[in-house]
């Protein structure tokens, strides 16, 4: 039987079939209206604290690619924000589209960002992450928009490594990277009780989405594409921007399938409040 993806024999619509909490009370993503937000004086600052040294590889498992970290001490950590305890940076992904008009999972009124940054942090009360994902307080995602704007040199770094990944299954070295560097200047956020979006869809995340996008240069990505070859953001001729190309969902020696659209459209919101950190 074929897995689950993003295509339309295995993509989102489909995903209940083999995982019914698909259409659970608190699946992720949302759409995120900020005046409906409410502004809560009580939630703390984020504190993200990163150890570069941490980084471990990247990987392409197929429905995107992530950088894993070791995460066998509190040297990169969650604290603060909506969460109480101390959550471990496990990996993180990136979501996008087919073109610039799509791409992120989380939207605010209704607009898509071209690309969406995952975070994946895990509740260190729990002995380990596969415990963690199962439990309502297990995981905490913080979600980063990006968007086409000014360069950001620190996301090169990735991009660089990604020709080393191109098929499913391929990972390479990926040290010292801080993952500070890929956040925006300001750490307001809107946060929510959600779930995974990928299958098995857990609803074990709280999700603190950050307000201010990232943003990334067509012309920084444009020097990029002699080496990088693949997964890149460029205006092509009718100027349209196209993000994060030929990284393949497929295989080795498989037809190859152009990883894109790896995003899950926005689920009900099913009663749920969406508090923000700001007013
Ligand atoms: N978009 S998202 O942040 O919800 C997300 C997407 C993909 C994955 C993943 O592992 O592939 C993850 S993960 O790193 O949390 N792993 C979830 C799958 C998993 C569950 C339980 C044990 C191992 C892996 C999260
Ligand atoms: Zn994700």
Redesign the pocket.
């Known amino acids: 039987a074929h897995g689950w993806g993003y295509l339309t024999t295995n993509g989102p619509e489909k995903w209940a079939e083999d995982f019914p909490v698909a259409n659970g009370p608190r699946q992720?993503p949302i759409n995120i209206v900020p005046r409906e937000a409410q502004y809560d004086s009580s939630l703390k600052a984020l504190k993200l604290k990163y150890d570069p040294s941490n980084a471990k590889g990247i990987l392409n498992?197929g429905?995107?690619f992530?950088v894993d970290f070791v995460d066998d001490t509190d040297s990169s950590t969650l604290t603060g924000g909506p969460i109480t305890g101390t959550y471990r940076l496990?990996?993180f992904?990136f979501?996008w589209g087919a073109s610039d008009d799509r791409g992120s999972?989380h939207t605010v009124n209704g607009i898509k960002f071209p690309c969406e940054l995952?975070l994946?942090h895990w509740n260190t009360k729990y002995p380990s992450?596969?415990e963690a994902?199962s439990q309502p307080d297990g995981?905490a995602?913080v979600g980063v928009f990006l968007k086409i704007g000014a360069a950001n040199p620190r996301l090169q770094k990735v991009l660089d490594a990604l020709d080393a990944i191109k098929t499913k299954g391929k990972q390479t070295t990926f040290a010292n990277f801080d993952a500070t560097t890929l956040l925006p200047a300001s750490l307001h956020y809107w946060t929510y009780d959600g779930s995974?979006?990928?299958p098995?869809l857990?609803e074990s995340?709280t999700w603190i989405v950050l307000k201010e996008p990232i943003s990334v240069s067509p012309a920084q990505v444009l020097t990029l594409i002699p080496r990088l070859l693949l997964s890149l953001l460029y205006h092509d001729k009718k100027g349209k921007m196209v993000m994060f190309r030929s990284l393949l969902f497929t295989g080795e020696g498989d037809a190859p399938c152009c990883m894109v659209d790896n995003y899950r459209p926005p689920q009900p919101l099913k009663g749920r409040l969406v508090r923000a950190s700001f007013r």
């Open positions: 992720s498992n429905h995107s992530q496990k990996q992904h979501h999972e995952h994946v992450f596969g994902a995981l995602v995974l979006t990928t098995p857990l995340v």
